[in-house]
């Protein structure tokens, strides 16, 4: 979060010459230089606070200035007591001084001039550092079904924890406190705990993180099991825990006519499955989370390289579908399409896909997400990454199948992601949504290099949308796109910046523009 310091202000005053012909008709000479006894003081002074804790000053470089002095207290504009102090050359701005965090600074900054006048006069301001975050990322090993490691640098000042839930406190001890790690036990497993550290009353580190499943009455699954057997086998209700490993014992389609779970045992180490998941009539919730689903394998009968069709398939027309959540997964080399109900008539609660990577869905014949002639009633996309997805077709299609379900509404979600390649054509739709009655929410998402846009079709909700950006994607503002009822973000609020993809061609798409890390847009796997 960005916090800016304005000079509060400054009064030069406004001086006049009076040039008067006495009696005799003497003429004053000519003004040539200006001296003054006083530096001028410093305009345009701004303070970001860059990670946290870290302060970036600057402000506009006048002639005059030799160099400037920064003073720092926590007395709310009194300065009796000054924390921190810089001499600053106008070639060294911006500068950084690195401060404590949750602390509210006064700071005045003054000019010293080059010329031998007195120092200018202060010019002051408040701003605030936000909560520090020493703690070092949570490496997958560190995280256990009842326990966490954490890890920061060694020796720093820390006090306690804090775990919620609970809103337990917890002393750091004096060993740990020198070695910079402690192990917290007693926690439930599967669940999502935040952990404070404190230097008294002053946050050092906050970390967020869901402990492991702690199997007890789950089923064991491991890669040499043939997994459609053990789906088959599993009770409604029943929770598969699979281990690491690559599962070849089946490939294929699975179908699914009961409520279950599949989650990998580890998010750090995802098993790898080439499974296209078939649902009819029965399940009301199916989660999969911490798996990687690869639609690309060597057909066992066939020695052939064969490529499943689609990730997720409702196949049972007449049902009506509850939840599908899919969360923590890998999912790439799909043939058609990620979530399809293209060609039955049945209506589906919600879809919801968080914290995952889908890559290369190459939708043959297909769309991306397609339904066609069944309803989605909300469709939820968080925190995720889609790579190649629909490179010639739409992204998200719901056809009008409102005479079949009428009075219903459909809504769509985009939330925190970053689509590249997705849906690259002058032709082709993000948000291809005909489903007569719908609202359209996109945000805090990168949308990049596509030739695509929103939509055309007059059914289609005007998208309500906030703090996007798109780079090399010019469809998606106004004017950008020459199709007849093209609708684009008209919220004032998006930005057209190069993110600075590490290496986009490859998949990796951490960004390294400041402001876009700032802001917080996109898939925030990719902001760490």
Known sequence: MKRILKNIGFIIGLFSLFFMASCEDKIDPVVESLEFDRAFSPIGIEVKIRNKTT??????????????????????LQFNTIVKTANVKPEELPYSMLLDGETTYSARVKAV????????KWVTGIFSTEAENIFAAVA?????????????????????????????????????????????TGLTGETEYTVKMMKGTKQRGLVTFKTLIDIGDATAVHPEDDLNAMVAAAADGAVLVLFPGEYLAYTGKITLNKSISIKGLYPHNKPLIHIQFVLETGVQAF????????????????????????????????TDYG????????????????????????????????????????????????????YLASLSLKNST??????????????????????????????HCTLFGVSNSTSRRILYVRFKTNT????????????????NQSTSAQPECSKNNYFN??????GGSTVSGAKFDISGTHTLLDPGFVNAASGNFKITNQTLIDNAIGDPRWRQ
């Not at 001039?113 to 200018?120: C, P, R």
């Not at 890890?151 to 809103?167: C, E, L, Q």
Request: charged share 20%; with cysteine; glycine share 6%.
């Open 473 to 478: 994607a010019p469809g998606f503002i106004t």
């Open 140 to 184: 997958g090993d560190d995280i256990k079904a009842t326990s966490v490691t954490l890890k920061w640098p060694a020796a720093s000042d820390v006090t306690h924890f804090i775990i919620t839930p609970g809103n337990t406190e917890r002393t750091i001890t004096v060993p740990e406190k020198a070695a910079g790690q402690a192990t917290i």
């Open 386 to 415: 889609f790579n190649n997805c629909a490179p010639a077709r739409d992204f998200i299609r719901l056809d009008d199948a409102s005479g079949t379900y009428p009075g219903k509404v459909s809504a769509v979600l985009i939330d």
């Open 287 to 318: 989660e999969i989370r911490d798996v990687e689903m690869d639609g690309l394998f060597i057909d066992p009968a066939t020695t052939l390289e064969t490529k499943l069709d689609h990730a997720f398939q409702y196949n049972t027309a007449g």
């Open 113 to 120: 001039s080059n010329s031998g006048a007195s120092d200018s």
């Open 323 to 374: 939840s599908l959540k899919v969360n923590g997964c890998t999912i790439h080399d799909y043939l058609k399409s990620l979530f399809s109900a293209s060609s039955i008539a049945a209506t589906v609660a919600g879809i919801s896909m968080d914290n995952s990577v889908v890559t290369n869905v190459l939708t043959d014949g297909a769309d991306c997400i397609d339904f066609r002639t069944s």
């Open 440 to 455: 359209l929410t996109v945000t805090n998402s990168i949308i990049a290099g596509t030739a695509g846009y929103y939509t």
């Open 55 to 76: 302060a970036e000053f600057n402000l506009t470089v006048r002639d005059d200035a030799s160099y400037y002095v920064i003073e720092l207290s926590e007395d709310n």
